[in-house]
């Protein structure tokens, strides 16, 4: 009886985690300023994108897929990751990104 009621418990737990798990999406794209959009998606747009955030620019994050732009929640985190490709997981709500983790972009295999 014990063991049944730990294996239930284990099943719910496990059921309960896993649609918090499936929420998160992955894209591809760039971190770059709200002043400058999709032309400061590239290495060399760090120290433009720096000072646009001293003009009062937010960070936000170009979809390299959809070719959009999405609002970052995580500010200082976005921050970390000017001048790179990278993948950003979250979730999304409308134009509006939840980051849960920023990673540098893989490179193509070739």
């Not at 770059?32 to 936000?60: E, I, N, Y």
């Not at 999405?70 to 000017?82: G, P, T, V």
């Not at 490709?85 to 972009?105: F, L, N, P, R, Y």
Request: with cysteine.
């Amino acid at each position: 009886m014990m063991k049944t009621r730990k294996l239930a418990v284990a099943v719910i737990a496990a059921m309960l985690a896993l649609p918090l798990a499936a929420s998160a999406d992955t894209w591809t794209g760039w971190i770059t300023d709200s002043h400058c959009g999709a032309a400061g998606a590239r290495a060399g747009h760090k120290d433009c994108a720096l000072k646009c955030m001293k003009g009062g620019s937010k960070l936000v994050f170009y979809n390299n897929a959809d070719k959009k732009l999405y609002q970052l929640d995580n500010q200082d985190m976005a921050k970390e990751h000017l001048g790179h490709e990278v993948t950003v997981t979250g979730s999304v709500d409308g134009d509006a990104i939840k980051i849960e983790k920023i990673d540098m972009a893989k490179a193509p295999a070739k």
